[in-house]
């Protein structure tokens, strides 16, 4: 059996309301990403659990980053 190669789909063929969904998570990531960046900048070093400098890379896996340092990254 020969395998069917998938056509790439086009912005312009996705449906609106699937369009607007991916721009919302793209918007929501950025924003994420940007307060995460925005907190480790204004935070001391002695209020942050490791190094600065590792939680700001990890900042840049999508969603999963940017989560985990405010749940995990930040000592009160």
């Known amino acids: 059996m020969a ?4 056509e790439k789909q086009r912005w312009s063929d996705l449906p609106p309301a699937r369009r607007r969904a991916i721009v919302v998570a793209g918007v929501a990531q ?14 001391p070093a002695a209020r942050v659990r490791g190094s600065k400098r590792l939680w700001a ?7 999963l980053g940017p989560l985990a340092y405010f749940a995990f990254g930040r000592l009160p």
């Open 57 to 63: 890379a990890a900042s840049f896996v999508n969603w």
């Open 3 to 6: 395998k069917r190669k998938r």
């Open 30 to 43: 950025v924003t994420l990403q940007l307060c995460a960046l925005i907190d480790l900048r204004r935070r």
